[in-house]
């Protein structure tokens, strides 16, 4: 711990930082009382040791520490390459699967202990892995993403994938509820509307998030229209995420927001009103990704109140090491 370390609570904003170390108008915005966590990218990463550093000066601001979480996947969602083991799109998984699934179950377990250790060596505390979304072939976006398209081999592949994870003593956060394959349309940059009813899409895309119950730790909902249900997105909508992840489903983890700054958000108004949206559905944070003046507009407008619930909820995800 230095000497600049500040103590304060974790808030419910989710930022990131541009280089491989923090400029000083950063460590002056991680230190806001209304952040809670960072997200790390590519551009934040040169080597396995200098990430370790950026991660022990993020983790060093602030007591309790900032959470740091990543999209670490696999295949083409793999932020850090050089020094990091390739780990695999999910659809491999599930192509094993069709041939032995006690092999495939195996093979993802050993992927999650293996990112696992590796991310917790540098100092990363969450992945926002596994994908649970279904391969309908309809969605570009999640394609190799996804495990399958069956329901149950995707429950099971990801029970396998999130088992090796906890083996580490590290968390996770399944996306993107309640199910992102059928929508055709890219949520960064347009709104995808799925016309299903609710019965379709909570005996299908759903399915997983029942399957796993409280093996999940955390869960970020769809920027994804579901008429049936509601006229909001998922990730602004109280009946998706208060009323049935939380009530009918039972979920009692963490709700992150997706990003805030994708295009599908903006049907929420300006930043700080898509992040009050966002919290008054239910989401526990928000992430405000690769806007720096976003970020800052919304730490200068945003109210909020901390509760013993969310700070409970919250350090559940910092890893064991």
């Not at 300006?270 to 507009?297: H, Q, Y």
């Amino acid at each position: 711990m230095t000497r600049e370390a500040i103590a304060r609570p974790r808030g419910p904003v989710m930022v990131d930082v541009q280089s491989t170390k923090l400029a000083a108008h950063e460590r002056e915005r991680l230190q806001h009382p209304l952040v809670g966590a960072v997200i790390l990218f590519s551009r934040n990463f040169k080597h396995r040791r200098q990430l370790k550093r950026l991660c022990d000066e993020i983790h060093e601001l602030r007591v309790p520490p900032l959470l740091i979480a990543v999209d670490h996947e696999g295949g083409r969602v793999q932020r850090f390459r050089e020094g990091f083991t390739a780990i695999p799109p999910m659809r491999v998984f599930g192509e094993i699967w069709d041939q032995d699934p006690l092999k495939a179950c195996r093979d993802a377990a050993a992927a999650g202990e293996c990112m696992a250790s590796e991310l917790m060596a540098c100092g990363i505390d969450l992945s926002f892995t596994p994908v649970l979304d279904l391969d309908h072939g309809r969605s570009e976006v999640i394609g190799q993403r996804a495990f399958h398209h069956d329901p149950v081999v995707v429950t099971m592949l990801a029970r396998a994938l999130i088992g090796g994870l906890h083996a580490q003593g590290m968390s996770h956060c399944a996306k993107h509820f309640p199910g992102h394959g059928w929508a055709s349309a890219d949520s960064h940059l347009a709104l995808p509307v799925d016309e299903r009813s609710l019965a379709q899409i909570l005996s299908v895309d759903a399915l997983a998030y029942q399957g796993l119950g409280a093996l999940l730790r955390s869960v970020m909902p769809a920027h994804i229209v579901y008429p049936s249900v509601d006229d909001k997105p998922a990730g602004f909508s109280k009946r998706w995420i208060s009323e049935i992840l939380r009530k009918q489903l039972g979920f009692e983890g963490f709700v992150f927001s997706d990003d805030l700054t994708m295009e599908a958000a903006s049907v929420a108004g300006s930043i700080t009103n898509r992040a009050k949206a966002a919290l008054a559905a239910g989401c526990d944070m928000v992430l405000v990704c690769n806007r720096p003046d976003l970020a800052d507009e919304l730490l200068s407008h945003l109210t909020w109140k901390s509760s013993k619930t969310y700070q409970r909820r919250l350090q559940a995800l910092m890893p064991r090491r």
